[in-house]
């Protein structure tokens, strides 16, 4: 693997070293240098942002379970923008004295979960995938208990935690029949080897089911008024762009390619929903 490989991963090793960064700073810093620490945060994240702009080129990593192109970098700099808006708007929260001393683990969760949100765009393989979408789950549920002086922040987490739970389950249900009937995992294999029998159907709505959860499409949404009315305001605003978007671009990503030719099937789906 050569330096140029590598740098087809720049954004996720980015955001990795940045995680880091927020990990040893907000050991060092002391808790009256906590505007100090956001604003260099920030800037370093203006600057992962700037190097994502960068020109692209296509290719693949780990067997072809990874592979990115230009346009899937244009969908990750969209969630790094979106992010660092949200970040934007927590500073004044994450500035105050109830706040104190927590604003570095908001910051490594908000980061966790991009970086799961980088992978699981990027995936070519549906280990890849899942393996991305449950680093973007598991801190979101963290993020939605935030506030452990309330209740309701208590109860959305563990709302979203338990339906996140089932909804992966569904998910990793369908990928199971979609496996049984095409032998792979990896995307391009199972575009060459799908039918449109019955397992692979209902392999297919229930990945779908799997995914409307996390989407909160009708009738999946349920969860989702319990969940944003207990989390922090600012969580609930990453909820529902960053957090919603990413699996809205993963899920055109696969639905127009790995299942192209079901499309009778999953078109009048999303039309009813």
Known sequence: MSWNDIFLMRNELLLIGLAVIVLIADLNFAEENRKQFLNIILSIFFLVIIIGFLPAKSGSLFGGMYHTDPLKEIMKNILNISTLIV??????WLTQEEQRGRSGEFVLLILSTLIGMGYMISSSHFLMFYLGLELATIPLAALAAYELNKSMSAEAGI???L?????????????SMIYATTASMYFQDVIENIHPD??????????????????????FHLWTADVYEGAPINVTS??????KGSAVFILMIILYTVFSQLEEVWDPMIYSI
């Open 163 to 175: 339906l996140a739970s089932f909804s992966s389950a569904i998910l990793l249900f369908g990928l």
């Open 159 to 161: 709302k979203f935690i």
């Open 238 to 243: 990453y909820f529902s762009v960053v957090s």
């Open 198 to 219: 019955t397992i692979t159907v209902l392999g297919m709505i229930f990945f779908f089911a799997g995914l409307a959860f996390k989407i909160s499409l009708v009738p």
């Open 87 to 92: 970040l934007l708007q927590s500073y004044g």
